[in-house]
């Protein structure tokens, strides 16, 4: 296995912090469809309108299209959610990191190597309204060099950064499809302690929520 190198972030790893974000991100498209698809509301609705359909014009035909339209409508909506996302975070932050987590105290923005090629990101400042805590920010690894222990690294590196600064822990936000992220906070000895509702219609109706992760630094970092 290649030797993982972090370091801090270089204005020339511009273009590949924000392509790691963007497919990193654009990759839970699939899976946040499928999580509307598997709740009541969505699929009450698309059955009472191919049953609707079908009951009134006597045919398979048109309930089919009309619940493949809506199937298409529904994915447009959610990578609608998803680009709005991607295009916000690149003007709070990822459009400025030197700005924003370089120039900043207790802020942070590293990225890991692999044969020089940079393949993960991840970053932390302070949180807000949450104390002497640090938040994580921007975790990503690229797919090709994922289950190699990069993300663990990404993640004891933050850790670190906010013990030596004696900070009280670490907090980051996570969504519901991102499954694998939240086994890998809580095997790093992150504890879930809140779960809410993204601010947007699409999700309130879908029932997308975010949860939130803390590291108490004074446990044992995996």
Same mark, same amino acid.
């Given at each position: 296995?290649?030797?993982?190198?972090?370091?801090?972030?270089?204005?020339?790893?511009?273009?590949?912090?924000?392509?790691?974000?963007?497919?990193?991100?654009?990759?839970?498209? +699939?899976?946040?469809?499928?999580?509307?698809? @598997?709740?009541?509301?969505?699929?009450?609705? &698309?059955?009472? /309108?191919?049953?609707?359909?079908?009951?009134?014009?006597? *045919?398979?035909?048109?309930?089919?299209?009309?619940?493949?339209?809506?199937?298409?409508? %529904?994915? =447009?909506?959610?990578?609608?959610?998803?680009?709005?996302?991607? !295009? $916000?975070?690149?003007? =709070?932050? &990822?459009?400025?990191?030197?700005?924003?987590? &370089?120039?900043? +105290?207790?802020?942070?923005?590293?990225?890991?190597?692999?044969?020089?090629?940079?393949?993960?990101?991840?970053?932390?400042?302070?949180?807000?309204?949450?104390?002497?805590?640090?938040? &994580?920010?921007?975790?990503?690894?690229?797919?090709?060099?994922?289950?190699?222990?990069?993300?663990?690294?990404?993640?004891?590196?933050?850790?670190?950064?906010?013990?030596?600064?004696?900070?009280? %822990? /670490?907090?980051?936000?996570? *969504?519901?499809?991102? !499954?694998?992220? =939240?086994?890998?906070?809580?095997?790093?000895?992150?504890?879930?302690?809140?779960?809410?509702?993204?601010?947007?219609?699409?999700? @309130?109706?879908?029932?997308?929520?975010?949860?939130?992760?803390? $590291?108490?630094?004074?446990?044992?970092?995996?």
């Amino acid at each position: 296995m290649a030797e993982i190198k972090i370091r801090r972030y270089h204005e020339d790893d511009d273009e590949d912090v924000k392509d790691i974000f963007t497919l990193g991100m654009s990759e839970h498209i +699939p899976s946040s469809c499928m999580h509307v698809l @598997k709740q009541p509301l969505a699929q009450m609705f &698309l059955g009472c /309108v191919f049953l609707a359909l079908l009951t009134s014009s006597m *045919s398979i035909i048109l309930p089919v299209l009309a619940v493949t339209l809506l199937l298409a409508a %529904g994915r =447009q909506a959610v990578s609608y959610m998803f680009t709005k996302y991607i !295009t $916000l975070s690149l003007d =709070q932050d &990822l459009n400025h990191i030197r700005q924003t987590y &370089l120039e900043q +105290p207790n802020a942070c923005f590293w990225v890991a190597e692999v044969q020089e090629r940079v393949v993960g990101t991840v970053a932390c400042l302070p949180a807000e309204n949450a104390g002497n805590y640090l938040e &994580l920010k921007r975790m990503s690894v690229r797919k090709s060099h994922r289950g190699q222990g990069i993300a663990k690294a990404l993640c004891r590196i933050v850790a670190e950064f906010a013990r030596e600064r004696g900070c009280g %822990g /670490v907090l980051l936000h996570t *969504s519901v499809v991102q !499954t694998d992220a =939240q086994k890998l906070y809580e095997k790093m000895g992150y504890k879930k302690v809140r779960e809410f509702e993204v601010p947007e219609f699409i999700a @309130k109706m879908t029932n997308f929520t975010l949860f939130e992760y803390r $590291l108490d630094l004074k446990r044992r970092i995996f």
